[in-house]
């Protein structure tokens, strides 16, 4: 009941904000006769702040055009390669006609970037996926919206995530013999769970993960998300957060933990910094400030385009990942694509190389569950860890901004070369004659 009262609110409060837009336009417009006032500008920012504030925000595009290789300008083609219900298979594919570019591009390691899903699209790693294109191939998972995935699809759980992340594995090994993988914040659990699982099999797993911001063992440090889902019980979430779809989405009837819930819960975590941040954007308006009020434009059409998540998922992820801490405990059984349950175990993995970050202010995932992934992985030879610590940078800021790009991508860029160049020497060592 609670969704459809969101969505009759949503559907009425629309119109207003459109008109709110067309006066802000015509408020700003200095030829119109409503642009003469003296109290335009002012009049212009009250409509503009009006807009964004009861706007719909739908989902952000990528839109990286281009990047830089060897000092030239290399085209990117954005393209699905995988089209699963709950997730596309991203690819940034890359096209120049630089001979010697071209030569440096073929020869540059794959990494599958696994993105949350947690509340927010993929698109919020769009820095993450910028810095890594210079030097890598790059994929990424693009999660749907759970809302617009029909129910005849079937339900989305945990063990489908690490069944998805096995079989982008499987893909980009299949057009590349091996790649790397980098998972950021929520999928650091799943995606230890994927590569576990292949190393128990018998697989080839990939040359290195790096984990970032996530919580591997939330007992450390516990944050405030952590308390709030250790301390409320598994049928407190399902009575309280879970609601059904409408009718007038395609994913009607299916149960989801709606996005405008995880939105007010990230808003109330720091309510008086994005009131701050909203007041601070009208006075910006006012002054004609447009380089700041297109930075704000920009992170909250990213911060409040959210997406609804199956309640068979998210139900499951508390009660694995912050309730029985079961990857850290050794008694998480996944149930695998032909239906046999699978422990995870991952002591099993020997040759992929271990990359652990934090952030030093990091509010989401507390000191050391990230780092806590070195003590599970104990076949892992010390020569293949390492753990890199971001001083000054909070949650975002290991994956996005400048302490990203000066800090945290130096040390990746590093970490895969060096084990891509190992892998390759190995290949070669082992495929010789």
Known sequence: MLYQLYEMQRSLMEPFADMAHAAAKAYSNPLSLLGQNPFSQRISASYDLMHRLGKDYVKPEFGIRTTEVNGVDVAIHERVELDKPFCELRRFKRFTDDSATLQKIKNQPAVLIVAPLSGHYATLLRDTVKALLKDHKVYITDWKNARLVPVKDGEFHLDDYVNYVQEFIRHLQGKYVNCHVMSV???TVPVLAAVSLMASRGETTPISMTMMGGPIDARKSPTAVNNLAMNKSHSWFENNVIYRVPPKFPGSGRRVYPGFLQHTGFVAMNPDHHAKSHYDYFKDLIKGDDASTEAHRKFYDEYNAVLDMDANYYLQTIKVVFQDFSLVNGTWDVINPDGVVERVKPADISTTALLSVEGELDDISGS??????????????????????????????IFSGRRWRDMVYPQVKAFIAEHHQNALQEYEKTHAG
């Open 368 to 397: 050391g569950q990230t780092r806590a992934v070195h003590d599970i992985c104990s076949g892992v030879p010390k020569s293949k860890q390492k753990h890199f610590e971001a001083q000054g940078a909070g949650h975002y800021g």
């Open 185 to 187: 914040c929520q999928p």
